[in-house]
């Protein structure tokens, strides 16, 4: 009789187990990321082994192995991912042979990329752009439909619960232009965005359906800019020791690039876009750092936790080689390593843009919080 009550229940539970999970399925069956270092999980590491596992530092707070990332823990897409209840999105070099696991995701994002073709860079002195531009990642996706969905009922049906997101990028081609002045950095823009544009156009015509295009973050608070550009004139900086001419040419790419979106929301009405304000969801941490966990001196809280020398705790020296240090809490400050965040910063970063305000619109409600 146990034995019977005992199967009973087993049974009872492993139906209405898969009834609940059936009926409330996840938000999004995969997601599909383009971008740079900021969402890169292990494309330029793949390239880069030697280097990346020499520099210990980048797996410190939560992966404790050699993760990819060019953070001390997760990315904004891995705690996206997370929220969405989808396993950390494996990077595309990485996949040997394909298995289940790509039907929930993919990373094309490839660190020191840029929206515009690497051909554009090819003539200035002193610069190495990677070749693994914005569209070298969309062939990358179009070479691996084929493994994802085999017809275009298939592949329709799969991308229209799947989430595509186009960026952050651009940042690299501001940042291999850094020796222009602000007015020719801003001749460059509209090439940006065509170029950004270019690309979500052709993933909707590939089956996408909701994609995210998200601004760029505030760069004159950025501390490789701020360690590089240092100003003797007070004017040049804002109260929050952040550069105003930076600021102002991301705010234009931004303005640029969310009227690009209309453009395309009027080409493919049927298309979901949704914005991330990456700059004023990672602004408000320069303007009420201890409001968020970090430390309250304005300061101290524009430099990198790992670095070398001079005001900023950054120069040439790359995070984890001889003559650097690490901060004693990573958690405290934004800046990790002068380019890139602090995992605590990418996590109020994704808060932000999974439980409001700063996705336009939002996105499906996520069904776990960010912790």
Known sequence: M??????????????????????????????FNFGDSTSDTGNAAFDHLNVMEKLIP????????????????????????????????????????????????????YAGSTALDVKYFSGISGVSAPKESLDVQF??????????????????????????????????????????TIIELREKVPLMVESIKNTTNALIEEGAVELVVPGNFPMGCN??????????????????????????????????????IETIKQKHPQAKIVYFDYYNDAKRLYQ????????????????????????????EYWCGTPNTTVCSDPSKLINWDGPHFTEAAYKQIAKGLIEGPFAYPSLKPAPFKIA
């Open 139 to 180: 062939d990358w996706f179009k070479k691996l439909k084929p493994d994802l969905c085999k017809s275009k009922e298939e592949c329709d049906s799969f991308f229209k619960n799947s989430l595509f997101i186009v960026g952050e990028i651009g940042g690299n081609d501001i940042f291999y232009h850094l020796s222009k």
């Open 58 to 109: 980048y797996r410190s707070t939560y992966f404790k192995h050699p993760s990819g990332r060019q953070s001390n823990g997760r990315l904004i897409i891995d705690f996206i991912a997370e929220a969405y209840g989808l396993p950390f999105l494996p990077a595309y070099k990485n996949i040997t042979k394909i298995p289940d696991d790509i039907k929930k995701g993919v990373n094309f994002a």
């Open 223 to 260: 501390t490789d800019i701020l360690s590089k550009k240092i100003s003797q004139k007070k004017e040049d900086y804002d109260e929050f020791g952040c550069l105003i001419a930076y600021n102002t040419l991301i705010e234009y790419f931004n303005e640029q690039l969310k009227k690009s």
């Open 288 to 315: 009420t750092p201890q409001q968020y966990g970090f430390i309250s001196d304005k300061v101290e809280i524009l430099k990198a936790c790992c670095g070398g020398s001079g005001p900023y705790h950054h120069d």
């Open 2 to 31: 146990k034995i019977f009550i005992l199967f009973g229940i087993t049974f009872a539970c492993g139906f209405f187990g898969n009834f609940i999970s059936n009926a409330n399925p996840l938000p999004y069956e995969a997601i």
